[in-house]
């Protein structure tokens, strides 16, 4: 962490780590300060409290996702590029920003309810992206006749697990486990297309 780094955003970069490797509750404000070398009392002079950094952390991470792979949604490609490319981007923010990405994911629920509640609104519409861009390919037929919002959550749910295991010091890139996961994903889509309409898929 460079010394030119705002003090706001080193404590969140301090928290963020905490908070991964312990848990939120488990992270006590001085063990913030004690990371930054800093007076548990002077923490005080650029946060309100413990629970402002997890929110600040939080909303970093959903503004990212959104920012990465709300173009994509929107864009008029193909359901299954639009997919694909979807879940690369969202692997790679998880990837590169790892820490609050795990915080994001785990820790939310640790906000008050008010903020907990615009928090479960924006997930639910993140994930509102990906049922649109599945319902579209199995409106287009380029995918079989699956329940989009079941397969939006069996998808995020395995790519948000990458946060937990990934390394950058393991055998497969960050893109390389994007592409082998996007690969998995669009080809069970569209091989869950019957042979025969008058059949059960």
């Known amino acids: 962490m460079t010394t030119d780094t705002p003090r706001k955003q080193q404590i969140e970069d301090a928290a963020s780590t905490l908070f991964r490797e312990r848990g939120y ?3 006590s404000v001085r ?3 004690h990371a930054l070398d800093m007076q548990g009392g002077s923490l005080y002079a650029h946060v309100a409290s413990k629970e402002d950094v997890l929110w600040a952390i939080v909303v970093r991470a959903a503004d990212r996702f959104n920012a990465e792979v ?3 949604a929107a864009s008029d490609r193909t359901a299954a590029r639009k997919l694909r490319k979807m879940i690369r981007a969202h692997v790679a923010v998880v990837t590169s920003a790892q820490k609050d990405a795990a915080v994001f994911l785990d820790e939310w629920r640790f906000l008050s309810p008010e903020r907990r509640a615009t928090i479960a609104a ?3 519409d993140y994930e509102g992206l990906f049922r649109k861009a599945i319902a579209q390919g199995v409106g287009s037929g380029e995918f079989g006749r699956i329940d989009s919002a079941q397969t939006a959550i069996v998808i995020l749910s395995a790519l948000n697990g990458i946060a937990s295991w990934y390394s ?11 592409d082998q996961h996007a690969d998995l994903f669009i080809r069970a889509l569209t091989w869950a297309k019957p ?4 059949e059960d898929p």
């Open 195 to 198: 042979t025969d309409e008058g």
């Open 25 to 27: 509750a488990a992270t």
């Open 122 to 124: 924006r997930r639910d």
């Open 168 to 178: 950058p010091d393991g055998n497969l890139t960050a893109a390389q486990i994007a």
């Open 31 to 33: 063990d913030i300060a």
């Open 70 to 72: 709300g173009p994509i």
